[in-house]
């Protein structure tokens, strides 16, 4: 059977972009894998993101809220604490970062129903950058309580209190890798294969590695030894400069769930995945998702840098056996006990720690002197 025109055309893009690339190296020599990843999941013609959905129908990785809906209604059920926490502020701006399908967002919505002020309160606003998900999530939010608007970026959101979700946002915003060779840090960077120029690979950039990466690296990192690789993402800067410019006037909490260690620990954990098999993150630019893992001791330094509150890092798993996961899934299979295999799975996906309970953290970056947001526990504010 032959693949359909779309198939063949979207190949079509994804060779033209590697064009691009290994046009855009020759002349102006090598990228950064920051640029490199920015062009291959944003690329209007042929980005991964740009062009697709990758999280429904032969998904290429799988998300929280895709394992299960009780996922998104248990970040409602916080959604509603913090809003009467933050006693009840006029007009909310609940906001989602890289929504995916949607599905999340219709979650939150609809156990946000249990508290009705706050859905009258709220303006939603998805913030997403590719047209294609966009579409996906207007479908997925067709019938949605509330009318839903779309930004391109955080700072387009509007002034006022906000709840701010983000689940797996973070990991695929362009990171930086430098790598410790004779005492120096150099940038490792995408360069073309010297024995075969038309194939893209890592190479190691000449001088010492800019300042603005070396300046990122915490101070117990900052004499590794030879060979040692450390991931900086400043992409997430902006992020947090549109926080703190927020929480500067109004109260809130932005809440980033995420893959990743509570503190910086060396290595490179860039990753591309295609149809849920990992490959070789530079062979197909495109065509499949690039992420690395978030760094959520950096994360933590940078807010508080800005002057924000921070609470966290913690588990995934005990995080939302804390909000209520069990006592949810117990409900869910008193009124549907055919799908009690299912829920029971569900649960074990998202909490165990062999599963998503530990690799996966949340941290919650907050405006300075905030309320403790639902689940983390209070003496863990610090700023
Ligand atoms: N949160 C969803 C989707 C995760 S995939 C879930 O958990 O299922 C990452 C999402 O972030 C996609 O929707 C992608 O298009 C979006 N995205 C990536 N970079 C972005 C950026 N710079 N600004 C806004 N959205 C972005």
Known sequence: MSAPASDLSM???RDALRARLIARIRADGPMSVGAYMAEALHD???GFYATRDPLTAGADFVTAPMVSQMFGELLGLWAVQAWLDLDGPQPLHLVELGPGTGAMMADVLRAARVHPPILSASLVTLVETSPALEA?????????PIAIRTARALDAVGPGASLILANE??????IRQIVRAQGVWRERVVALDPSE???LAFALSPGPAPTILTDALPAHLADAHDGALVEIRLAQEPVLDALAARFADHPGHALFIDYGPADTVLGDTLQAL???????PLANPGGADLTARVDFGALARMARAKGLDVHGPVEQGGWLKGLGLEARAAALMQSQPEAKQKLAAQVYRLTDPSQMGALFKVLCVSSPGAPTPPGFPAQEATS
């Not at 295609?274 to 070789?280: F, I, L, P, S």
């Open 11 to 13: 190949d079509g893009e």
């Open 136 to 144: 996906v999530q207007a479908k997925t939010l067709s019938r949605a």
């Open 274 to 280: 295609a149809a849920n098999d990992k490959v070789d």
């Open 197 to 199: 120029p038309e194939r």
């Open 44 to 46: 209007p013609r042929a």
């Open 169 to 174: 946002f973070l990991d695929c915003l362009p």
